[in-house]
């Protein structure tokens, strides 16, 4: 069982910057692969980026590719969201997932969300 939190969600002005945390419970965190989503009033939850288990790999979705970045810290059991140059169309809620390695990529485990609202 993994348990997931994010934090590091609020307001911001358009062109700014945030940062979002995940801490997730259990000493297998190396052995997950982790997931950004987000999901605006109105519309169905969509990928955001994601990172493999040594964090080789990257995946974005093009609408935030060159602009966000994630990471991951295993000593830490924490993996991040740096946005930058935000715009509106990025206010969300944003969840982290968790997949293992038999379900990706298939995520097992969701966080409950932070808020990221992005004023013009």
């Known amino acids: 069982q993994v348990q997931l939190v994010e934090s590091g969600g609020g307001l911001v002005q358009a062109g700014g910057s945030l940062r979002l945390s995940c801490a997730a419970s259990g000493r297998t965190f190396r052995s997950y692969a982790m997931g950004w989503f987000r999901q605006a009033p109105g519309k169905e939850r969509e990928f955001v980026a994601a990172?493999?288990?040594?964090?080789?790999?990257?995946y974005y979705a093009n609408s935030v590719k060159g602009r966000f970045t994630i990471s991951r810290d295993n000593a830490k059991n924490t993996v991040y969201l740096q946005m930058n140059s935000l715009k509106p169309e990025d206010t969300a809620i944003y969840y982290c997932?968790?997949?293992?390695?038999?379900?990706?990529?298939?995520?097992?485990?969701w966080g409950q969300g932070t808020q990221v609202t992005v004023s013009s």
């Open positions: 997932a968790a997949a293992s390695t038999s379900s990706w990529p298939t995520y097992d485990y």
């Open positions: 990172i493999r288990w040594s964090g080789g790999y990257t």
